[in-house]
């Protein structure tokens, strides 16, 4: 039996958001940071977000030290796995879960931030 559970926070980003920037991160194993959550969210390590996210508001490169940008091209096969759009639609945090589960194989995934404020 393993002793810690791998957490998965996911953080959207609705304005009850901000709380995490005063979190102790620690316990989470990934930190993923849905669109503009990267910018309450300095301890992430996966920035996902869709082909429609403009570009203007994506972290410039000083900005993600070896954090992984997740696209199209990564979620979405991963998503497919799980029976794609037709059964999760559009919504990134949904997206976002799915691929969680599907890259980073979670026993827990917590949200915040997802609530489509």
């Known amino acids: ?6 957490i998965v ?3 959207g980003s609705a304005p009850d958001a901000r709380r995490v920037s005063d979190w102790e991160m620690s316990c989470f194993a990934h930190r ?6 990267w910018q309450v969210c300095d ?3 996966h ?17 993600t ?8 091209a990564e979620f979405v096969p991963v998503q497919n ?3 794609g759009f037709v059964y999760a639609g559009g919504t990134m945090a949904f997206t976002a879960g799915y691929w969680a589960l599907g890259a980073l194989k979670p026993d827990l995934i917590a949200y915040v931030g997802c609530d489509m404020v």
């Open 32 to 37: 993923v940071v849905i669109n503009n959550a």
């Open 1 to 6: 039996m393993k002793s810690k559970l791998k």
């Open 81 to 83: 796995r799980f029976g």
């Open 9 to 11: 926070l996911i953080v």
């Open 43 to 45: 301890t992430w390590d």
């Open 47 to 63: 920035l996902i977000y869709p082909e429609d996210f403009p570009a203007d508001r994506h972290p410039l490169a000083n900005q």
């Open 65 to 72: 030290g070896g954090k992984q940008l997740i696209t199209a």
